[in-house]
């Protein structure tokens, strides 16, 4: 007897092949380069991110299921991979320089970055839970490498060790939860899920509930949603700055698409229960988040904070599971990736020898020793708090909007209180920034690598321009969540 | 045949000592090792899943399992050598430079 195998549709996984490719010859070039030239490396894998990138827009309205409908490609997935291969391109900037100054300026950083980069554009593909959990574990351990790169620095092995700790052990329970889901209906392809649970009238089993609240802990983790939000502070804090606004946008943009999958196509029976547990989680999520950065006297753990604040927000999308809500979600990653990335790079400018820059302290007179840098901080901070005209209030508006069209009246009131708290702690660093006495002139001033201020200027016009003109982005963010509308 | 109730509960119990292990222990290799017994938890109680609904997913799935564990301990492993040659230390409770 012979068995043929199924040809698997490998002009789906492009941009795929082509991450590994350029992260594998990536670290055979590593080789042939002189220790005092990495950033060689580092350029040739930002031209590579930039190639994939454009590559992968000719995936728009590509739509294929391929893998024995285990991978997907719809343009959900697409606009997601635009996030992280954006977000990457944004951290190679930021990082060439600073990786020099902290003297760990290795080949591998880039390899790293980009097998994290494949393992979450699998995440965002993954029609089947086991694909989720391969590309989860891909993005994970590259992910824990890069936070511990300064190995030297105690404070970043520390950071690596906590992130490795916590996220295997949520992992565990996050397959738990897929072992669970796959005794009850007997399948871990979502498609699969969400039509045996419509035929076997499973939305009230209790062994699936179990298993939608081990799934919701195993994505939490790397959304950094409240309870489980510990790690992210201290990893926030002690990873090389590049690396926390890498894993502050990317792993939590992942993990939101895969949550979205997973909760809307395979559990979306399940709602009624699902929206129970997120109303809850959102709610702390963003206070927690909140009420915690403003004691915080660390931007990069008050950034921490406010990363978890956010997550509650965009919860609100998902909470809603409806158009504009997923929508809002998809737009929302935009912005943030515009505006965390930015006050990140900042953080980075602020870094030179003998400095770390990273205290609220360190902010003070940057308006006069550095105008241009303080000016594009406060249009982050503004975008972050979601003033208009920057493209943070866009997002908010939608995700608010969606929630109040889904009668989510009183989270929608919580979610307003927070981001005036927000606002009281956002601007205690434009506050040290122009009202703040400028230190004393023996210090070096403040003076951004070349890589870093076009990246800092880069994500500031798109902050802006997004602000004002989102239509476009909104409209696209719209037409990706199409895949979604037979499950709303 | 054994039934696949008695599986399950096995697999329970056993990752119920993984957990316990992992949150009570102080030393990082006794974490991890917990963290170790909790994913063979999953994979037995995948096996014994696959094995009552005759799919083979289950066993699949099982074998991606450890083929992550042994990554995960080989990275694992790599960090906690890097802590301790800053610190001296595996001791989880001495890993608190950044608190709060």
């Not at chain 1, 007179?365 to 982050?380: K, S």
């Not at chain 1, 943070?392 to 009131?413: D, N, P, Q, R």
């Not at chain 1, 476009?472 to 509308?485: D, G, R, W």
């Not at chain 2, 697999?11 to 000592?17: E, R």
Request: net charge neutral; aromatic share 12%.
């Amino acid at each position: 007897m012979t068995t043929v195998l199924p040809v698997p549709n490998l002009a789906a996984i492009g941009p795929e092949i082509l991450v590994t490719v350029l992260a594998c010859g990536l670290l055979l070039v590593d080789l042939f380069i002189p220790k005092d030239r990495k950033r060689a490396v580092g350029i040739l894998a930002l031209a590579g991110t930039v190639v994939t990138a454009l590559f992968t827009m000719r995936y728009w309205n590509y739509s294929a299921t391929t893998f024995s409908g285990m991978f997907v490609v719809d343009n959900f997935a697409v606009i997601f991979k635009e996030v992280f291969l954006f977000a990457t391109a944004i951290t190679i900037l930021i990082s060439l320089r600073y990786l020099e100054i902290e003297k760990v300026s290795l080949g591998e950083y880039y390899a790293l970055m980009l097998f994290c980069t494949l393992g979450m554009m699998v995440m965002v593909s993954a029609a089947d839970l086991v694909v989720i959990y391969i590309g989860l574990e891909t993005m994970a351990l590259s992910v824990y490498v890069l936070s511990g790169f300064m190995r030297f620095n105690v404070k970043s092995s520390e950071a690596a060790l906590k992130y490795f700790l916590v996220g295997v052990f949520i992992s565990g329970i996050l397959l738990y939860g897929i072992a669970l889901t796959y005794g009850v209906v007997g399948s871990t392809n979502l498609n699969a899920i969400a039509e045996t649970i419509k035929l076997k009238g499973l939305k009230d089993n209790p062994v699936l509930m179990i298993a939608m609240f081990l799934l919701a802990a195993g994505f939490g983790l790397e959304i950094a949603m409240a309870p489980f939000h510990f790690w992210a502070p201290d990893v926030y804090e002690g990873s090389p700055t590049p690396v926390t606004a890498f894993i502050s946008v990317a792993p939590k943009a992942a993990a939101f698409a895969a949550l979205i999958r997973v909760f809307v196509v395979g559990i979306g029976l399940m709602a009624p229960h699902w929206q129970v547990l997120l109303w809850v989680i959102a709610a702390l999520t963003m206070t927690i988040g909140n009420v915690t950065a403003a004691l915080q006297s660390n931007v990069k753990r008050m950034l921490a904070y406010s990363s978890i604040a956010h997550a509650g927000y965009m919860l609100l999308g998902i909470l809603a599971a409806n158009t504009t809500g997923l929508a809002g979600v998809a737009f929302y990653f935009f912005a943030y990736a515009f505006m965390n990335m930015g006050a990140f790079g900042v953080i980075i400018l602020l870094r030179r020898e003998g400095i770390v820059g990273d205290e609220v302290d360190d902010f003070k007179g940057l308006a006069h020793t550095n105008p241009m840098a303080a000016l594009l901080m406060v249009v982050f901070l503004l975008s972050l708090t979601g003033i208009p005209p920057t493209a943070g209030f866009i997002g908010k508006f939608l995700l608010f909007s969606a929630a109040i069209k889904a009668g989510f009246y009183w989270l929608v009131v919580i979610a307003v209180l927070n981001s005036v708290v927000s606002l009281f702690y956002y601007f205690r660093i434009a506050q040290a920034m122009y009202m703040g006495e400028a230190p004393d002139s023996s210090i070096p001033r403040p003076q951004g690598a070349p890589s870093l201020t076009v990246a800092i200027a880069i994500v500031g016009i798109l902050t802006l321009f997004f602000g004002i003109y989102p239509h476009h982005l909104v409209e696209l963010a719209k037409a990706s969540v199409t895949t979604f509308i037979p499950f709303l | 045949m054994i039934p696949v109730n008695h599986v399950i509960v096995l697999s329970l119990v056993i990752f119920a000592i993984g957990i316990i292990g992992a949150l009570s222990r102080r030393n990082v290799f006794i974490v991890l090792m917990s963290i170790e017994l909790m994913l063979n938890a999953v994979n037995l109680a995948l096996v014994g899943f696959s094995s009552q609904l005759a799919n083979l997913t289950g066993q699949i799935l099982a074998l991606f399992v450890i083929t992550v564990a042994a990554g995960e301990a080989a990275v694992g492993l790599a960090i906690v050598v890097a802590v301790y040659r800053n610190r001296h230390s595996v001791n989880v409770d001495n890993m608190n430079i950044m608190k709060w």
